[in-house]
Structures are given as C-alpha cells and as structure tokens.
C-alpha cells in the first residue's frame, strides 16, 4: 500500500516538504517564450511582460527563467542526495520585432542544474510528430527562410551528486524493482515516438489555452 499527498500551490514554495526528504521529481513547466504562457510569467514578475511590449524577446526569456529557477531551487532543497530530477521541456520559437529565432529553454534549464553541482545524464527526445498538412516553419519552399519542423521535445534527466549506493534491506528492494528486458529495450532508447494529448478536454478556448496535457506514458 501507498499514500499519495495532492497539495495544489505555486511550485517555487514547497515548504510544506521537508528537506531532502524526496528521492524522484516528475514535473514539465510551463515553457518560456511560448506565448500561450506569458500570462503566467507576468503575473509572477510584471516586467516580463514589459519586456515582451518593447520587443526585448531575450530579457523576456531570460526572466521567465528566473521565474523557473526559484522553482528548481526548491527542487534542490527538498531532494534527497543522489536523487534524480527529471523534467519534460519543450523549446520555443517565436518572432519579436520581425525576428524569428529559437529560444533554447532546455539548455538554460541544464546550465542551472550544472551550477548546482548536478551530474547531467543522458537526455530522451520525446518526438511527437505533427499530423497538420502545413508542416513548414518560416516561408516553407525558399531557402533562408525556410526552417526545419520542429515536432520534439525534451526529457531532461538529472542526478544530486554521486550514483546511489544501496545497503541492507534497500539491496533487496531494489532486486524487486528490476526491469525486465523488455521494459530495459524500450524504456531507455533516447528516442520516444508517442502521440501528443488532445488540447480539447475543455469546452471554452480560454481554459483550453492553458491546459497543458502530455501523455500518461511520458512520466
């Protein structure tokens, strides 16, 4: 048996959780620089949408992920040593002032980690293909203006310190958790073929907009 806790607050204050007290953390932020979340930011640090009005796309990027960065802090307090962080982020493109440029959020989201004296582990590419007809990115058939489609996103995986050493009775729990071969083959390929979630478990396009559903298979 098992006892599962639901307490619904703003991530960046997990005080409710003791200190290394958590062995795993599953979690996917909202995605700075997609426009869908610019609401959310702003409302935790208004000159992000300041930033955004004046057509400073990378001070925008940059404090919203200040805004992550409070979260992953409280990760860190409430993460055993030898814990592990993973974290599904998608990168953003956008065009601000007539520039089209991608905003690489996995990236800030590993730097952070690294300065925290994290180890950085091998990542999965979640590849969720796109069945729109108009695939294209940019002005699609001419060269300089045409980009790649972007259709995947990350699952980063991140490890507190050292590899975890087992003794006494953890040996033995960790035999019964042994994957078998077949889980071991398909589970850990850095490749993850699987179809996205509907965005339409709503019926007004205002709560649609802020749903954020991805696959019961990704965590």
Known sequence: MTTHKFISQNSNDLSSIEDKSVNLIITSPPY???????????????????????????????????????VWDECDRVLKDNGFVCINVGDATRTINDDFQLYSNHTRIIDFFI????????????????NSPNKFMGSGMYPAGAYVTYEHEYILVFRK????????????????????????????????????????ITKTKATRDRNASFPFEIP
């Open 32 to 70: 700075p620089m997609i426009e869908m979340w610019d609401e959310v930011f702003s409302e935790q640090d208004p000159s992000i949408k300041e930033a955004l009005n004046i057509g400073d796309g990378n001070a925008a990027f940059s404090k919203m992920h200040d805004v992550l960065n409070s």
């Open 115 to 130: 300065s925290k004296g994290y180890s950085v582990l091998p990542d999965v590419h979640w590849r969720k293909q796109s």
């Open 161 to 200: 310190g050292g590899k975890r050493v087992f003794k006494g009775s953890e040996k033995t729990l960790r035999q019964k958790s042994a994957f078998f071969w077949e889980e071991r083959n398909i589970w850990f390929s850095d490749l993850w073929e699987i179809k996205g979630v509907s965005q339409s």
